[in-house]
């Protein structure tokens, strides 16, 4: 995937958010107007030290999005980054997404040592919503590394849902991500001087898929606005990520998460 392809979205989501604004100035209203939701959150889980390790931690992370209030039901997964819904057609939503990327260094692994040190960014881009059912959901998020990595990061996944109690929801499907060498090179590529330093193999990197897995969540629904969640997420590394020397002589393919999680909606209209 090109750099020019995350161009090419991002427009053809500003096109038809611009249409959706000259629409409601037509109509006397703003392109802001009507119901709103905020959602915040934290999760805490048990996933890899880092991408590819053999060894777990305990982590935190938050959870946002904000979106227009809809007629139907709306899913939400803790794998969804922080994003604004510029398009929201109940069946279809588009808007932009970003991502924090956490720096990382061989205080998160003695398998780190003498590998380069990844810096703190960020990741920014177009996220595409599709529900072709009301009790299945398909997301896909593209998005271009800021200061972290220079790649193209996207993620798929489909989940399917269904009220198992009135206020117990189960949901689950599979998932995937595929990046760019410019990704690869800052998580699992290993350079001559790296290679000294470290002992692994020299690696350089292609692009290609970087794992595929499933995941299932058991949602409750507290009150109106509060929900609570336990989840469970498996993936497998694949292409550049699986070849890596880090991940064959240090790491591991397989990466299990489980955790439990907790958000709060508020909901709120603009003029």
């Not at 009150?223 to 550049?240: D, V």
Request: hydrophobic share 40%; net charge positive; aromatic share 12%.
């Amino acid at each position: 995937m090109s750099h020019r392809s995350v161009v090419s979205i991002s427009l053809a989501i500003a096109i038809s958010s611009l249409g959706s604004a000259a629409a409601a100035q037509e109509s006397g209203q703003h392109f802001w107007s009507g119901d709103w939701y905020l959602s915040v959150g934290v999760a805490g889980f048990s996933a890899p030290k880092f991408e590819g390790s053999s060894h777990n931690e305990f982590k935190f992370s938050p959870l946002i999005s904000v979106g227009r209030q809809s007629a139907g039901q709306r899913f939400s997964s803790r794998n969804d980054n922080p994003s604004f819904a510029l398009v929201d057609k109940g069946a279809f939503r588009a808007g932009i997404v970003g991502k924090f990327v956490p720096s990382r260094d061989d205080s998160d692994g003695s398998e780190l040592k003498g590998l380069k040190k990844v810096k703190w960014g960020a990741e920014a881009g177009a996220f595409l919503e599709v529900y072709p059912t009301d009790f299945l959901r398909a997301r896909a998020e593209v998005r271009q590394g800021i200061r972290s990595h220079d790649g193209i990061v996207a993620d798929l996944a489909v989940d399917a849902f269904s009220d198992i109690a009135p206020d117990l929801q189960l949901s689950g499907g599979p998932r995937a991500t595929f990046a760019t060498s410019g990704y690869y090179d800052a998580y699992y590529g290993v350079n001559a001087k790296q290679a000294a330093a470290s002992g692994l193999d020299p690696y350089k990197p292609s692009s290609g898929i970087q794992s595929y897995g499933a995941g299932t969540a058991l949602t409750w629904k507290a009150t109106e606005n509060l929900s609570a969640s336990s989840f469970l997420e498996y993936k497998r590394l694949a292409g550049p990520a699986a070849d890596s020397s880090l991940v064959r002589e240090r790491g591991s393919k397989n990466q299990v998460l489980v955790g439990v999680s907790a958000t709060y909606k508020f909901n709120f209209s603009l003029q």
